[in-house]
């Protein structure tokens, strides 16, 4: 999968391609990350990319004229193929696991990093096919909402965390990998390691019990518990047992 960004801080992305999960993809060859410095289309001395708010308004708005140019740049390489354009802002739809797999499916995307107060509006609605947004918190710009989805989508590839070609395509079905938050659409459960017994915390007996029906329902009811009481929104998307009801009720109770 190839990733094109199109940013003023191409240096940004620097670190992140060095580490963990984006490094191994990239030197295995499932993911391409190419990097576009935003000025490199501009035609000015200056290489403006920002200009004042029509109506007047604080800050700086990004011109459309550069970032047309770079993304017609980049679809002339492939004229003949659709090509997704994501234009991260804060007024876009929801990232979500669910929106990650989609994404995921793409043989390339093209990614506008706006800054400043904004990106002006013929962008988001004449040039990308797209807007997402991370979450409702404001950040200083598009950069890091960039990297955010481009680790959820790369992770979902098959291969890059040994998800095998085989990965099934039914709903339930994830990729080896996927943190348990998301497999039954429940917070996770509680995890522990060594010492069993720590500043006088002790780790649940049930754990160290060998009892692993025991250990199958202790699991499910602390992520049914932790789901109910911190993201009761997420319970109304879970399939549930007579099991898990009982549960929940006697939580409520
Ligand atoms: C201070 C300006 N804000 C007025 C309430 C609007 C605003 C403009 C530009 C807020 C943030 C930004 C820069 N943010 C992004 O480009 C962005 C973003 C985000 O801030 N939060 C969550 N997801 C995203 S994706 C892109």
């Not at 999960?21 to 935003?38: E, F, P, S, V, W």
């Not at 354009?85 to 043989?107: D, F, H, K, M, N």
């Not at 010492?195 to 329902?217: C, M, N, T, Y």
Request: net charge negative; hydrophobic share 40%; with cysteine.
């Amino acid at each position: 999968m190839i990733f094109d960004i199109i940013t003023i801080f191409p240096e940004f992305f620097g670190s992140i391609l060095e580490h963990g999960l984006l490094k191994r993809a990239t030197a295995a060859g499932h993911a391409a990350i190419r990097l576009h410095d935003l000025r490199d289309y501009t035609d000015d001395r200056h290489r403006t990319v920002d200009d004042r708010p029509f109506g007047g308004g604080p800050g700086m708005v990004f011109k459309p004229e550069p970032i047309f140019r770079a993304v017609e740049a980049l679809r002339s390489e492939a004229p003949e193929k659709s090509l997704p354009v994501i234009l991260l802002s804060p007024q876009g739809r929801l990232l979500t696991q669910a929106v990650a797999e989609e994404l995921a499916q793409a043989a390339r995307l093209i990614l506008i990093c706006g800054r400043y107060e904004g990106v002006d509006e013929r962008v988001a609605e004449y040039l990308a096919t797209d807007e997402i947004s991370i979450g409702d918190f404001v950040l200083s710009g598009g950069e890091l909402p960039a990297a955010v989805l481009m680790e959820a989508t790369i992770r979902l590839l098959p291969g890059v965390l040994g998800n095998e070609e085989s990965r099934q395509q039914d709903s339930f079905a994830v990729p080896a990998g996927t943190p348990a938050a998301f497999r039954h659409g429940l917070l996770d459960c509680p995890h522990y390691t060594r010492p069993a017994e720590f500043r006088h915390w002790k780790v649940p007996e049930v754990l160290l019990s060998g009892d692993h029906e025991q250990i199958r329902q202790w699991r499910r009811r602390q992520a049914l518990e932790k789901t109910w009481r911190r993201r009761p929104d997420l319970l109304a998307q879970v399939p549930l047992s007579e099991e898990d009801r009982q549960w929940l009720e006697s939580l409520a109770t």
